[in-house]
């Protein structure tokens, strides 16, 4: 028993599940990912996950409080759009490879089916005439990261460094995506499309610290900052930053449950014509406004097999803050199943 708990301790609480997806790591397009550290599942040295995510953005949001559609829509440009709904669902796809004891390596790809709404201010008030609905799927970004264990010493922090490239692998262009309403252009931002256009580099840290308990997981607190490129239509996502601090317990011999705190910061979004007066676009979620928010997520993880594991997290928002008024989801949900093979 205790052999087990200390074997998913050493490589889950080293590892960040990259959103991202949407994420990917974070957010695309008003579509929050999940900002979730990968500890407590099973781990060989090829482990194979998939991993399904739904995020609903439905809460109008302006600075640290909820407001109102009435609100939104007086403090929007005439004939602007003022951003309603998101709602993604994502299947992740992941591979790791452990080279040795300090190298490891992984690759994601993304699968997104998005539901995207809003509203074109032609009157002062709310009239579903001018409401536009985007639904579209496809290919997301692929991102490629390696770790290195920097120290690993008896009774010393287990330190870890990593470093990424997200590759503009997914889907840029949807049908569909430029409209005409009542005689205005009304069109799906590049952030809002399953694959951003950009190549983006990633670079983080996890620092674990294993506890006195047999039965439990390591405290591990990590940060992985994303610097976005410049990607479809000359349009650039905000850069990202995530920190987490995460735990666990193992209840029983196949069972451990799961805790972490997690942080997630995203810049505004720009788009090449504001880039040189340095004015950033500013409407909707984190594909315009910039944005910081808390999580709390538990979590269950069970080995239903050897070297296979279930995944279930619910990602709670306890604080947020944006920049200008946004669309936010009140929670996350991300399921998941890992197969690891080889020692």
């Known amino acids: 028993m205790i052999a087990r708990v200390r074997a998913w301790c050493a490589a889950g609480g080293a590892l960040l599940l ?14 929050e990912g999940c900002p979730i550290v990968r500890a407590g599942a099973t781990s060989g040295r090829f482990t194979f996950d998939l991993r399904y995510q739904e995020v609903t953005q439905d809460r109008l949001w302006n600075g640290s409080a909820a ?50 709404r809003h509203w074109l201010r032609h009157v002062p008030r709310y009239d579903a005439r001018f409401l536009d609905t985007f639904e579209y799927q496809g290919l ?25 490239v997200k590759l503009p692998t997914g889907r840029q262009h949807v049908p569909d995506q430029e409209r005409s309403n009542f005689g205005f252009e009304s069109h799906l931002e590049p952030a809002a499309r399953p694959g951003s256009g950009s190549t983006d580099w990633l670079a983080g840290a996890v620092v ?58 995203h810049g505004a979004d720009e788009a090449r ?17 910039g944005s910081r928010s808390l999580f709390l997520t538990p979590g269950v993880s069970v080995e239903v097999l050897p070297g296979l594991s279930v995944l279930a997290l619910y990602q ?17 949900l991300l399921l998941g199943t890992s197969v690891a093979l080889g020692k």
């Open 18 to 31: 990259s959103a991202l997806a949407a994420a990917p790591l974070h957010a695309t397009c008003g579509a």
């Open 67 to 116: 407001t109102t559609l009435e609100a939104l829509i007086a403090e929007s440009e005439a004939h602007g759009e003022v951003e309603l709904y998101t709602r993604t669902r994502s299947w992740v796809a992941e591979g790791l490879m452990r080279l040795n004891a300090r190298w490891t390596l992984s690759a994601s790809l993304p699968y997104l089916k998005r539901e995207h």
């Open 140 to 164: 997301g970004d692929a991102t490629l990261l390696a770790q290195c264990g920097a120290l690993q010493r008896p009774r010393l922090p287990r330190v870890t460094l990593q470093g990424g």
């Open 208 to 265: 674990s610290q294993a506890l006195p308990w047999s039965r439990a997981l390591p405290v591990s607190a990590s940060v992985l900052m994303r610097w976005n490129g410049l990607g479809t239509d000359d349009y650039r996502m905000g850069e990202e930053l995530q920190a987490a601090l995460a735990t666990g317990v193992a209840v029983a011999p196949r069972v451990t449950l799961l805790a972490q705190l997690n942080w997630a910061a």
């Open 273 to 289: 014509e504001h880039a040189a007066a340095g004015e950033a676009v500013s409407h909707g979620e984190s594909l315009h406004s």
């Open 316 to 332: 709670a928002r306890l604080w947020s803050h944006s920049e200008s008024a946004t669309i936010l989801a009140g929670d996350h």
